[in-house]
């Protein structure tokens, strides 16, 4: 039997699942309804968003504070994505 797919190398596919993972919007990464309408109350739907937004962005969001701001990291290390270092940011 012929093979009518083209075999994808290991980085494309890695390349692919990443972009995949970058338009995951902030609901499918688990994070609260509350803190989803905070996001998108300032236009960050996505993890491409969330990734491009820093803690003091986040934190200058209304009713977005530490626990909130800890809420995120912890959803996106949940999927593969780390902080450089864990601190509290001040505002």
Known sequence: MARTRIPISQAEEQARRLREQLDLSTAEIGLTVRTTNCLEEKGIFTVRDLLKSTPKDLLSISNFG??????????????????????????
């Open 66 to 91: 530490e626990k909130t701001l800890e809420e995120v990291y912890s959803s996106l290390e949940k999927i593969g994505y780390y902080r450089s270092q864990r601190e509290t940011v001040a505002v």
